[in-house]
Structures are given as structure tokens and as C-alpha cells.
């Protein structure tokens, strides 16, 4: 079984960073991608961000590019979200998700992923 597990939200001022991290464990399991989504209060699950684990292509939602950063660590199969210059508007819950393995899809979309981290709050004040 694929567990996912997210650290590093808390809350911050408009203007400032976080830094989210996340990291997909089983035995023998390597993802083809992964990536973060979030979800506001009363909105549905949108993608922010979604990294190819070789290779290392990114994807971002328009909402976030040239703000947000994804990054890997393949030997520890460990994603990171850098949030600069945040807005009241990222305020959300984070969720990580992990693909498939192999040549599994890969797209920015909740269909895409199978394996689902508990979330974790962020909240940006003005």
C-alpha cells in the first residue's frame, strides 16, 4: 500500500513563503509523476502543480506560475512545493497525490492520481 504523507503548512502573510513537503512510500514503488492539489472551503479540489519524477518536467496551474515552485528528491521519493509571494486566495488545504507507477498517466487532474496524502492547512492573511 502507497502511503502519502504532507508536512509544512501553517499560516502566513501576504507576501511571504511556505514550503510544503511530501513524500510517497511502498516497497518497490516508484511513481511516474507527482503533484499537488488544493481545495478551498465550499470549492472543488483544483491542481496546483505536478512534477515528472524522471526527467523532472513541471506543470502549474496559471493561478500559481512564477510563484510557485515543485521540486524532487528521487532518492527519497520526496516532492516539495515552494510558495512564494502568497496571496489570501492560496488559502486551502494541500493535498500531495502520487501516480502509478511505471509509464502510468500523468496530468494534472484528481483522476489522474490514485494515492492521496491527509492534506495539510495553509492559510495566507492579508
Known amino acids: 500500500q502507497v502511503q502519502v504523507v504532507e508536512s509544512g503548512g501553517g499560516s502566513v502573510q501576504a507576501g511571504g513563503s511556505l514550503t510544503l513537503s511530501c513524500a510517497a512510500s511502498?516497497?518497490?514503488?516508484?511513481?511516474?509523476?507527482m503533484g499537488w492539489f488544493r481545495q478551498a472551503p465550499g470549492k472543488g479540489r483544483e491542481g496546483v502543480a505536478l512534477?515528472?519524477?524522471?526527467?523532472?518536467?513541471?506543470y502549474y496551474a496559471d493561478s500559481v506560475k512564477g510563484r510557485f515552485t515543485i521540486s524532487r528528491d528521487n532518492a527519497k521519493n520526496t516532492v516539495y512545493l515552494q510558495m512564494n509571494n502568497m496571496k489570501p486566495d492560496d488559502t486551502a488545504m494541500y493535498y500531495c497525490?502520487?501516480?502509478?507507477?511505471?509509464?502510468?498517466?500523468?496530468?494534472?487532474?484528481?483522476?489522474?492520481?490514485?494515492?492521496w496524502g491527509q492534506g495539510t492547512q495553509v492559510a495566507v492573511s492579508s
Open positions: 512534477i515528472y519524477t524522471r526527467g523532472g518536467s513541471t
Open positions: 511502498a516497497y518497490m514503488y516508484s511513481p511516474n509523476c
Open positions: 497525490a502520487a501516480s502509478g507507477g511505471g509509464n502510468s498517466w500523468c496530468q494534472l487532474r484528481v483522476e489522474a492520481f490514485p494515492y
